[in-house]
């Protein structure tokens, strides 16, 4: 008689990783960690603190600024200087503080101005006589307008550059420091008009005092 074996199935141990393959597992989230790291403490305060972009919203800044452009906006030099006359800015609105726009800063803290249509005039210690501001960056000039307003020693009065469709100091009054957040220092799109401190404009003579 020939013996009969019954042979039990056994069901083989898990497979385990060679040694070089779980460390090579453990570097990858090690890394990831890291990765995760450098955003919390250096991606993060940069964009709070120090530049995050924008992109612009309508066609109040035309031509200087189209619709869909991509800026770079400096958050901290505003902490160490004051805004200049003919410096771009991005603020908060003073009625709704979560919307943000852009414009051009017209009058500084202390100014007297007055618009009569397209043309507007400055008085300040400076000047007790007044200048009249000179804006080549207008394309779009509005000539009805009429007003008269001074400014405490926190406030600057802000228009857009397409005077005729720009909804801004004129309509809302003026912008308090606090609210401003920074000046473009870049614009990266379009890209055939990639540049630094994109619209920045610096009057000389009479008109640049401040």
Request: hydrophobic fraction near 35%; aromatic fraction near 12%; charge should be neutral.
């Amino acid at each position: 008689m020939d013996d009969i074996r019954t042979s039990t199935a056994h069901t083989p141990p898990p497979a385990t990783p060679p040694k070089k393959e779980r460390e090579q597992g453990g570097g990858f989230f090690s890394e990831l960690f890291k990765f995760a790291l450098i955003a919390l403490f250096i991606v993060l305060p940069f964009r709070i603190f120090i530049a995050q972009p924008f992109i612009v919203s309508g066609s109040s800044m035309d031509p200087t600024f189209k619709n869909g452009d991509y800026l770079i906006v400096d958050q901290l030099s505003y902490k160490f200087e004051e805004p200049q006359r003919g410096s771009v800015v991005v603020f908060k609105y003073p009625q709704d503080t979560t919307k943000y726009f852009i414009k051009r800063i017209i009058g500084l803290p202390g100014d007297t101005l007055t618009i009569h249509g397209s043309e507007v005039t400055i008085k300040n210690a400076q000047n007790p006589q007044g200048f009249t501001l000179t804006e080549p960056y207008i394309v779009f000039p509005k000539t009805d307008d009429d007003m008269t307003i001074t400014l405490t020693n926190t406030q600057y009065f802000t228009m857009g550059d397409n005077r005729i469709g720009s909804f801004d100091s004129r309509s809302w009054g003026p912008v308090d420091k606090s609210l401003i957040i920074g000046r473009p220092i870049l614009r990266l799109f379009p890209l055939n008009k990639i540049g630094v401190f994109p619209g920045n404009y610096q009057e000389t003579g009479a008109a640049a005092q401040t």
